[in-house]
């Protein structure tokens, strides 16, 4: 089947050619990613939210980082970890055709907003070399030129980012990662992928990106249309 594309979505693949070709693109991969790849098998933060918000009788209205605050302050930080992990599977992440297909495409940096390691079994199975950073140390340790970056950490690292204090918290937790994406954001070309105009995480990622980075090359949303 063959697809029409418009001039201008044209003139956008030729940018992010460009920018492949020339070492400056980067992939910023969300959510909707994963559970595009098993959508049984891996669910959506607001899914994951609605957990939370059966066990704290409170207003639904609120976002996901006040729920996730609320959940952590009322049970601690190590049941806020116990209640998200329930919602991921308990099999090892093993990538498909999209994580794979995404690390095949060596863009210069692969970063994530997910936590789980989807992208971490499709790198481990190809030839493409990237560095996998975590944290800041492992930031300042790494060495390859290419690098897939989990900026709201992991759950082996247990450094993921969730709720809102964590996000209030970041530039002292992650100060070097940070500064390394502000750098990204102002010499890259950006793609995102996995992201929808309401996801929480995307409204983050584009206020944070408008608040620290006054030069910066296109960044473009790519999303799928079903039916």
């Not at 030729?14 to 400056?24: H, M």
């Given at each position: 089947m063959s697809i029409k594309l418009t001039q201008k979505t044209k003139k956008y693949l030729s940018v992010i050619q460009e920018a492949k070709e020339s070492g400056n693109l980067a992939v910023f991969v969300g959510a909707g990613f994963s559970v595009s790849e098993n959508n049984k098998k891996y669910k959506s933060w607001n899914e994951v939210t609605k957990k939370l918000i059966k066990e704290l009788n409170c207003n639904k209205g609120l976002d996901n980082l006040k729920i996730a605050e609320l959940y952590k302050l009322q049970?601690?930080?190590?049941?806020?970890?116990?209640?998200?992990?329930?919602?991921?599977?308990?099999?090892?992440?093993?990538?498909?055709?999209?994580?794979?297909?995404?690390?095949?495409?060596?863009?210069?940096?692969?970063?994530?907003?997910?936590?789980?390691?989807?992208?971490?079994?499709?790198?481990?199975?190809t030839t493409n070399i990237y560095d996998i950073i975590v944290n800041d140390n492992e930031l300042v340790k790494s060495v390859n030129n290419s690098k897939y970056i989990k900026m709201h950490g992991d759950f082996e690292h247990d450094n993921f980012v969730y709720a809102e204090s964590d996000y209030l918290n970041y530039s002292q937790n992650f100060p070097l990662i940070e500064n390394f994406l502000k750098s990204i954001f102002s010499t890259h070309v950006i793609v995102l992928l996995g992201y929808s105009f309401n996801d929480m995480d995307l409204k983050q990622i584009v206020s944070w990106v408008k608040d620290n980075s006054k030069e910066r090359l296109p960044i473009y949303m790519i999303t799928t249309k079903i039916g």
């Amino acid at each position: 089947m063959s697809i029409k594309l418009t001039q201008k979505t044209k003139k956008y693949l030729s940018v992010i050619q460009e920018a492949k070709e020339s070492g400056n693109l980067a992939v910023f991969v969300g959510a909707g990613f994963s559970v595009s790849e098993n959508n049984k098998k891996y669910k959506s933060w607001n899914e994951v939210t609605k957990k939370l918000i059966k066990e704290l009788n409170c207003n639904k209205g609120l976002d996901n980082l006040k729920i996730a605050e609320l959940y952590k302050l009322q049970f601690g930080k190590t049941k806020l970890k116990q209640a998200v992990l329930q919602s991921f599977p308990k099999t090892p992440d093993i990538a498909g055709t999209l994580h794979k297909e995404l690390v095949n495409l060596n863009p210069h940096y692969i970063i994530t907003t997910n936590w789980d390691k989807l992208i971490d079994d499709a790198i481990e199975k190809t030839t493409n070399i990237y560095d996998i950073i975590v944290n800041d140390n492992e930031l300042v340790k790494s060495v390859n030129n290419s690098k897939y970056i989990k900026m709201h950490g992991d759950f082996e690292h247990d450094n993921f980012v969730y709720a809102e204090s964590d996000y209030l918290n970041y530039s002292q937790n992650f100060p070097l990662i940070e500064n390394f994406l502000k750098s990204i954001f102002s010499t890259h070309v950006i793609v995102l992928l996995g992201y929808s105009f309401n996801d929480m995480d995307l409204k983050q990622i584009v206020s944070w990106v408008k608040d620290n980075s006054k030069e910066r090359l296109p960044i473009y949303m790519i999303t799928t249309k079903i039916g």
